[in-house]
């Protein structure tokens, strides 16, 4: 038996892969046996329906070695195949990336003492800086080459890109735009604007179920509500009616007046009510002067 044969089965015993049957079957075989070197055959195994095809020994492979591959059992040709095609593929990209390598290499040795004068002595610290420069170029375009023009005495202005002015077409329509968009501004604002006014007049036209209006003085002051509604002081044209009431003079003098008649009926009425034929009559609240009802209805109107 050869030395890679033994090795293999050393290795296949190591890893667990060799049964019993399998190493009784290798020990028997006689090393005399020829090896037939052929790339593809078909052997018989214990079942003689079934047969497999015996895999090819690697490329790599002497004469020698490919003899004994085809007597390996089939899970050791399996897993030599596989281990040969990895580390194939292993050298092939190790073998691309030192051409890389070597091109960079080689411009490196180029460049030495120009770099070497510039305190650069490895490749990696001349390639971060190209990329740091680059970088600086793309977001910086200007102050940068001013930058360089510097460092290397070149007199030369690298100014900002000045905006582009747009085409006279283009400016025109966008005027055109703007007094169309002015326009339609105006508009809306006239139809919300009328929509306010049928809305003031509406309220000023109810009346109760005796066909009396509920609001009697909003032809005074209806003025008045729109610009306390179109202001946004009052919230509703119901608070901006009671409002009204008291910020137009006129109305607001025969309101106090209303609300110091009232005030004396009721007075006389409860004077008249309060009289006890056997002991003192009970003392009725004071009826407040005009002032001071000016000053009750103001403080109510501003809470």
């Not at 420069?133 to 080459?145: M, R």
């Not at 007049?201 to 109760?208: A, N, Y």
């Amino acid at each position: 038996m050869s030395d890679l044969r033994k090795e293999i089965e050393h290795q296949f015993k190591v890893h667990g892969l060799m049964t019993d049957e399998n190493q009784t079957d290798i020990i028997t075989r006689k090393e005399s046996e020829p090896a037939v070197a052929v790339v593809e055959e078909v052997v018989k195994t214990t079942e003689p329906t079934e047969t497999v095809a015996v895999i090819v020994a690697p490329k790599g492979y002497t004469e020698k070695f490919a003899s004994d591959f085809k007597n390996l059992p089939s899970e050791w040709q399996v897993f030599l195949s596989e281990r040969e095609a990895n580390t194939e593929a292993e050298i092939n990209d190790y073998a691309n990336k030192l051409q890389n390598y070597r091109s960079l290499d080689e411009l490196f040795e180029q460049n030495r003492q120009r770099l070497h004068n510039l305190g650069i002595e490895k490749m990696q610290d001349w390639l971060t800086g190209l990329a740091w420069l680059d970088k600086q170029i793309d977001e910086h375009p200007a102050k940068t080459l001013q930058a360089i023009a510097t460092i290397y005495g070149v007199k030369a202005e690298f100014p900002q890109l000045k905006s582009k002015q747009p085409e006279p077409e283009v400016v025109a329509r966008l005027c055109q735009l703007e007094h169309q968009y002015r326009d339609l501004t105006s508009y809306l604002q006239n139809q919300d604007t009328q929509r306010l006014v049928d809305l003031i007049q509406m309220f000023g036209r109810q009346t109760d179920p005796d066909g009396n209006l509920l609001h009697p003085y909003f032809d005074e002051v209806k003025q008045q509500v729109f610009a306390l509604l179109n202001s946004g002081t009052a919230n509703g044209i119901e608070q901006a009616y009671e409002s009204a009431l008291w910020l137009n003079p006129s109305t607001r003098a025969r309101l106090i007046q209303k609300t110091i008649n009232a005030q004396t009926a009721e007075a006389e009425k409860a004077k008249k009510a309060a009289f006890v034929p056997k002991g003192k009559a009970e003392k009725t609240e004071r009826p407040l002067t005009l002032r001071e009802e000016i000053a009750k209805n103001m403080a109510a109107l501003m809470d």
